[in-house]
């Protein structure tokens, strides 16, 4: 359902309003999409699942308390990425895979979890 003229000119006047006041928020925000905020909560919830991992290798054997910390973080890291990872839609992860670098690797990782699953043939 498209804007009334009354509601596009209010929304026009808040634009204006906010880009007088914080000219810095609307640049993040206009350069900011939805991919990319995903793929980066999907790298830190990578390094902190590498944290996790650390902890658990080098705390092991002289403070168990702090690798079973490091676990708890590894399993919420990973629900983290797997919850992320089915936000982004198809169309995203091949804009991801065409950008190239860091973005590229994690589109095709995405691809490969939203890829279905085939039930077994009897």
């Known amino acids: 359902m498209p804007l009334s003229d009354e509601e596009q000119r209010i929304l026009d006047e808040i634009e204006a309003r906010l ?4 000219p810095r928020l609307v640049e993040q925000v206009g350069r900011t999409t939805l991919s990319t905020h995903l793929a980066r909560r999907i ?4 390094i902190a699942f590498g944290v996790g991992l650390l902890m658990i290798l080098f705390a092991f054997a002289s403070a168990v308390w702090v690798a079973a910390v490091g676990f708890v973080v590894m399993v919420l890291s990973a629900l983290f990425v797997a919850r992320y990872t089915r936000q ?8 991801m ?8 690797m994690l589109a095709r990782i995405v691809a490969r979890f939203r890829r279905p699953v085939e039930p077994p043939s009897e």
């Open 43 to 46: 790298r830190l919830s990578s």
């Open 97 to 104: 895979q065409q950008e190239g670098g860091v973005s590229a």
């Open 88 to 95: 982004l839609g198809r169309d995203q992860v091949r804009a």
């Open 19 to 22: 880009a007088e006041d914080d």
